[in-house]
């Protein structure tokens, strides 16, 4: 349920479905059938006989994000992940995030009912060695911390560009386990997909974040003794919405179609930091509200 065990474990998260959220699109396989004009009858026959077949795609991608949430220092990193399908049953394992929809998927134009659990290992600050900032740096480390929940949405096939695009919305719910932060976020998601060909599709897609007092407390508080080590100012915030996304990402198949073979995905995303986060001075101060992410990679669907 995680890969690279350093701070950056929420932009990992962040990438890792840049990197792999297209897979969701292979779920519809006659969609780009559909819309690929110039496939031949027998290429679109053979994809559609895969329609809501298992399918796992794996894969590995550099990934440009920053040293921490909030920082304006970046770095490249290896993100690395698996998501798939087996008996209708989808599930992820994305960065340091892992997740499973337990409601089998219906093939075809209907709705898509989820619900199943969710785990997050959060390594946010947890090596400060990574952290290019001496002021940050100098704020010391946080234990890694456990977080587990579950999540619920809904999701529609056929909505605005064809028959075969899809929207779904989703609410989850994590708490750390492990006693590190002792608290919980809660995060909806909306998000688009369509195919474009055989060979190609696109998504767009949102997401916010709120989180409880402890999270800021734990992570982004500046106590007085700090302030002397570090040279921020001492800071103290509340709970409440933490940072909203938005994001777009690509994939274009190398062998043939979406449901099989190599493919190329690549995208980014844009976080804004609000509220007591971005108040806090590892944020106005030693870095930035504004936060770019972006990946570039290869993945295997077989």
């Known amino acids: 349920m995680g890969f690279g065990a350093d701070q950056k474990g929420t932009h990992r998260t962040v990438i890792a479905r840049i990197l792999f959220g297209l897979a969701a699109v292979t779920a519809l396989p006659s969609a780009a059938a559909a819309q690929n004009a110039t496939t031949p009858s027998s290429s679109a026959e053979a994809i559609a006989q895969d329609m809501g077949g298992d399918s796992v795609t794996v894969g590995i991608g550099a990934g440009y994000l920053p040293d921490y949430e909030g920082s304006d220092d970046y770095r490249w990193?290896?993100?690395?992940?698996?998501?798939?399908?087996?008996?209708?049953?989808?599930?992820?394992?994305?960065?340091?995030?892992?997740?499973?929809?337990?409601?089998?998927?219906?093939?075809?134009?209907?709705?898509?009912f989820q619900l199943g659990p969710v785990g997050v290992i959060n390594f946010m600050r947890s090596d400060r060695s990574s952290i290019d900032d001496p002021r940050v740096r100098a704020l010391g480390e946080r234990d890694t911390a456990i977080e587990l929940?579950?999540?619920?949405?809904?999701?529609?096939?056929?909505?605005?560009t064809s028959p075969y695009d899809k929207l779904s919305v989703s609410l989850?719910?994590?708490?750390?386990?492990?006693?590190?932060?002792r608290s919980g976020i809660w995060q909806p998601t909306i998000?688009?997909?369509?195919?474009?060909?055989?060979?190609?599709?696109?998504?767009?897609?949102?997401?916010?974040?709120r989180v409880e007092t402890k999270y800021l407390r734990t992570y982004y508080d500046i106590s007085p003794d700090q302030a002397l080590v570090s040279g921020l100012p001492a800071y103290r915030g509340r709970g409440g919405w933490k940072s909203w996304t938005v994001g777009a990402i690509g994939t274009?198949?190398?062998?043939?179609?979406?449901?099989?073979?190599?493919?190329?995905?690549?995208?980014?995303?844009?976080?804004?930091?609000?509220?007591d986060v971005a108040d806090s001075p590892m944020v106005s101060v030693a870095g930035s509200r504004n936060q770019w992410l972006g990946v570039l990679g290869l993945a295997y669907t077989f």
């Open 252 to 275: 274009y198949s190398l062998t043939g179609n979406l449901l099989k073979g190599f493919k190329i995905v690549g995208g980014g995303t844009y976080r804004k930091l609000i509220n």
């Open 77 to 112: 990193a290896p993100v690395p992940g698996v998501i798939g399908s087996v008996s209708g049953i989808n599930f992820q394992v994305l960065g340091n995030r892992a997740s499973a929809d337990l409601i089998p998927n219906q093939p075809g134009p209907s709705w898509d």
């Open 191 to 209: 998000n688009y997909f369509t195919p474009l060909s055989t060979k190609a599709a696109v998504a767009l897609f949102g997401s916010a974040e």
């Open 172 to 181: 989850s719910y994590r708490h750390d386990v492990s006693k590190v932060h």
């Open 149 to 160: 929940g579950g999540f619920v949405g809904v999701g529609k096939t056929g909505v605005i």
